[in-house]
């Protein structure tokens, strides 16, 4: 059975940095992309960043660039983003899942985690 579930999330003051993970388990992660999304209150779910099986591709959203960073451990069946600078519209309950790279781009993936709530807030 996939299980993706995510943490790290919390409360955090504008500038700030948070590092959340998401582990893996029932299936392979190194065969898969993984990616995170973000749903912020009212607004549309939106793809952050994903990172491929191999590693070494990454995409991030223009809002989020040079201020997040993806990383996996293959051997840790874990994936991690690393958020800096945060800032108040960043927060938002944030989402691993995984699809092939060229789907989490997209903005699809086959598999979730139920999320884990970031906020930042002075």
């Known amino acids: 059975q996939v299980q993706l579930v995510e943490s790290g999330g919390g409360l955090v003051q504008p500038g700030g940095s948070l590092r959340l993970s998401c582990a893996a388990s029932?299936?392979?992660?190194?065969?898969?992309?993984i990616g995170w999304f973000r749903q912020a209150p009212g607004k549309e779910r939106e793809g952050v960043s994903c990172?491929?099986?191999?590693?070494?591709?990454?995409y991030y959203a223009d809002s989020v660039k040079g201020r997040f960073t993806i990383s996996r451990d293959n051997a840790k069946a874990t994936v991690y983003l690393q958020m800096n600078s945060l800032k108040p519209e960043d927060t938002a309950v944030y989402y691993c899942?995984?699809?092939?790279?060229?789907?989490?781009?997209?903005?699809?993936?086959?598999?979730w985690g139920k999320g884990t709530l970031v906020t930042v807030s002075s």
């Open positions: 899942a995984i699809d092939a790279y060229v789907n989490l781009v997209a903005g699809l993936a086959a598999y």
């Open positions: 029932g299936f392979t992660l190194d065969y898969y992309a």
């Open positions: 990172i491929s099986s191999s590693g070494n591709h990454t």
